[in-house]
Nanobody, 118 residues
Framework: QVQLVESGGGLVQAGGSLRLSCAAS????????MGWFRQAPGKEREFVAR????????HYADSVKGRFTISRDNAKSTVYLQMNSLKPEDTAVYYC???????????WGQGTQVTVSS
């Protein structure tokens, strides 16, 4: 059974930093594209960042570009999201996701809350 477990969320002041982690029990982790998404209250879930397998090519939403960094450690089956210069509008539940054999994100974590106070 595939499990993705996020951690590292919390309450931080605007301008602060947090590092999210996502530990995956996924046999194909090293060959899976991993992504981070977020959902704020009353809003739809939105893409934040992704990192490909192999070369580790990254892609970011415009709203976080230059502030967030996604990385992965295949030996630990873990993907990270370093979030700097946080803004109140970054407040959301952050989800880790993994692509499966299709091009879709098939596996999702339970989410971790990030709250940025002004």
């Amino acid at each position: 059974q595939v499990q993705l477990v996020e951690s590292g969320g919390g309450l931080v002041q605007a301008g602060g930093s947090l590092r999210l982690s996502c530990a995956a029990s996924l046999r194909t982790f090293s060959s899976s594209t991993m992504g981070w998404f977020r959902q704020a209250p009353g809003k739809e879930r939105e893409f934040v960042a992704r990192i490909s397998w192999g070369a580790g090519i990254t892609h970011y939403a415009d709203s976080v570009k230059g502030r967030f960094t996604i990385s992965r450690d295949n030996a630990k089956s873990t993907v990270y999201l370093q979030m700097n210069s946080l803004k109140p509008e970054d407040t959301a539940v952050y989800y880790c996701a993994a692509k499966g054999t299709t091009s879709n994100y098939e596996y999702w974590g339970q989410g971790t809350q990030v709250t940025v106070s002004s």
